[in-house]
């Protein structure tokens, strides 16, 4: 089975995550979207809410799983028995962040993998901090999120 796992903290999930997440499941088996658990970071939604959002988007897709983990990445993808990392970029910046990450990942796992998709056009300028700025300030986030998480937000 070709297992990937999809890390990040989802605070909140985005239309780019979502796209993301649809277009791996043709090239995985199983996807897990893992939310990193960080607690130098000061989220906007609490673990158990953002877990509820992925679970409420991706219900119609059997083969995504959404899941917690503290610690590295490369040590949860290990104990998932996954080969794969599935990663989104939107721009310049994220390929060098990500090609970084995904360089030392190997180093520390030879046998862990990243697969890097290229954000489609619409959805690069969108990213959870902006959405979490809008909302913050009482703007409207609805043409930027899933609209299963509408109800949570």
């Known amino acids: 089975m070709k297992r990937a796992v999809f890390p990040g903290s989802f605070d909140p999930i985005t239309l780019g995550h979502e796209d993301i997440v649809i ?3 043709e090239l995985f088996d199983e996807i897990i979207v893992a939310i990193g658990v960080n607690s130098a970071k000061n989220s906007m939604y609490s673990l ?6 992925l679970e409420d988007t ?3 897709l059997p083969q995504v ?3 917690t983990f503290e610690g590295l990445t490369v040590d949860y993808c290990k104990q998932v028995e ?6 989104g970029v939107r721009n310049a910046n ?14 520390q796992n ?4 990243t697969c890097i998709l290229f954000t489609d056009p619409e959805f690069a300028p ?3 901090t902006v959405i979490r700025d809008i909302l913050q300030n009482g703007g409207d986030v609805s043409e930027f999120v899933p609209q299963a998480i509408l109800q949570h937000l």
Not at 94 to 107: F, G, P, W
């Open 110 to 113: 030879n046998g862990l993998d």
């Open 23 to 25: 277009r791996g499941t």
């Open 48 to 53: 158990e809410m953002r877990k509820q959002m």
């Open 94 to 107: 994220d390929y060098s962040y990500e090609s970084t990450i995904a360089q030392m990942n190997k180093l």
């Open 65 to 67: 799983k959404i899941e």
């Open 82 to 87: 996954a080969n794969w990392l599935l990663r």
């Open 126 to 128: 969108v990213s959870s």
């Open 58 to 60: 991706f219900k119609y």
